[in-house]
């Protein structure tokens, strides 16, 4: 599975803001659920305000348990566990 040009080039703005200290957590709701969400942004400024950008968000427990990871032996699948 190939990243997008576009997902590689995003990557780079939150590398930037935290290697200059404009990283922050923000407390959001989630838009369907309305259940409390924690955001990592970017932070930015426009004149004397300031520009928050969300990049992702952490998530309660283990992460590894949301996503599904690339097949090595696949390079356009995924490892999909087996339905019970």
């Given at each position: 599975m190939a990243i997008p040009d576009y997902a590689?080039?995003?990557?780079?703005?939150?590398?930037?803001?935290?290697?200059?200290?404009?990283?922050?957590?923000m407390e959001c709701l989630d838009a369907a659920t309305r259940e409390p969400r924690y955001v990592i942004c970017a932070v930015g400024r426009s004149d004397s305000e300031f520009v928050l950008t969300p990049f992702g968000h952490l998530s309660e427990g283990i992460p590894d348990d949301a996503c599904l990871p690339p097949d090595p032996d696949d390079p356009i699948g995924v490892i999909v566990s087996p339905t019970t």
């Amino acid at each position: 599975m190939a990243i997008p040009d576009y997902a590689r080039t995003n990557f780079d703005t939150p590398l930037r803001a935290a290697s200059e200290g404009n990283l922050a957590l923000m407390e959001c709701l989630d838009a369907a659920t309305r259940e409390p969400r924690y955001v990592i942004c970017a932070v930015g400024r426009s004149d004397s305000e300031f520009v928050l950008t969300p990049f992702g968000h952490l998530s309660e427990g283990i992460p590894d348990d949301a996503c599904l990871p690339p097949d090595p032996d696949d390079p356009i699948g995924v490892i999909v566990s087996p339905t019970t």
